[in-house]
């Protein structure tokens, strides 16, 4: 069974109804104002703004059977509209075929008329409402059209994941004293996984340090970059090449960090 259509007449949106009603409103108070002389053709105009008012009001439905059909109604109109109209990325960067598939959808005389009954029914569904009409709620998001070379190109954010923990950052003071501790560390900054971002910031700025898996890792890494640098020093220098650091020198270096520290702190 056919779904039935409603009448697609200009009705008034609510904003024109609260005008309509103060120009009545206001025809009234000079129909009553003795100082009017030709109370005549203000009664008659009095009248005609009444009977448009009347024609034009959007009325809610007379009883539960309109109202369902109505709903009905507006809802096999949106199933029809939705999928000719353009997405959201489509009207802002106006890609190639868009305004064809404007034109051929949503600007067609068919969707139109669709478009016009079904904003008609919503505004006599919900009376008042002053987005009952807006159809833009239902624009959909997702393009079927190809963004290259759109007219508009836009840019795309990649942002993290929801939950994620804040990316760890150094500041150009931190990364300097990195790089005076362990340069090859400071230069796998950029790889490290956050966690592990988190780990060697703690140790930079007088913390805990990095875990055991990290630690090892990083000195390997050092170890294998400080026999690269000595062994090309040594070829092309002559130098002999230089012992691993004793723990007294690991001491003098955490010494050295906290005196860092300390005197940016005092300052």
């Not at 959909?140 to 993290?160: Q, R, V, Y």
């Not at 890494?221 to 650091?245: F, I, Y």
Request: hydrophobic share 35%; glycine share 6%; aromatic share 4%.
């Amino acid at each position: 069974m056919q779904t039935q259509q409603f009448d697609t007449k200009p009705w008034l949106r609510p904003q024109q109804v609260k005008e309509a009603e103060s120009e009545i409103k206001q025809a009234e108070a000079k129909l009553k104002n003795p100082h009017i002389e030709d109370k005549a053709e203000v009664a008659k105009q009095l009248r005609r703004m009444r009977t448009s008012f009347e024609q034009q009001v959007p009325r809610p439905p007379a009883n539960a059977d309109e109202e369902g059909a109505m709903v009905r109604r507006s809802k096999e109109l949106l199933a029809e509209i939705i999928p000719a109209m353009c997405s959201q990325e489509e009207m802002r960067k106006s890609p190639p075929g868009a305004v064809d598939k404007y034109m051929n959808g949503e600007n067609s005389p068919a969707i139109k008329t669709k478009i016009v009954e079904w904003q008609k029914l919503q505004g006599r569904l919900k009376p008042g409402e002053r987005e009952a009409a807006n159809l833009e709620r239902y624009r959909p998001k997702e393009s079927t059209l190809n963004m290259d070379n759109a007219f508009i190109p836009g840019k795309m954010f990649f942002m993290p994941p929801a939950g994620a923990a804040r990316a760890v950052s150094f500041s150009d003071e931190q990364i300097a004293l990195l790089r005076q501790l362990d340069p090859k560390l400071a230069d796998m900054l950029g790889t490290l996984p956050n966690e592990a971002r988190a780990e060697v910031k703690a140790l930079v700025t007088g913390g805990i340090g990095l875990s055991d898996e990290y630690r090892k890792a990083a000195s390997e890494a050092g170890k294998r970059g400080v026999e690269k640098r000595e062994a090309s020093k040594k070829k092309h220098k002559g130098r002999v090449e230089k012992h691993p650091l004793s723990d007294e020198q690991k001491a003098k270096m955490k010494a050295g960090r906290e005196a860092y520290w300390a005197k940016k702190k005092a300052a």
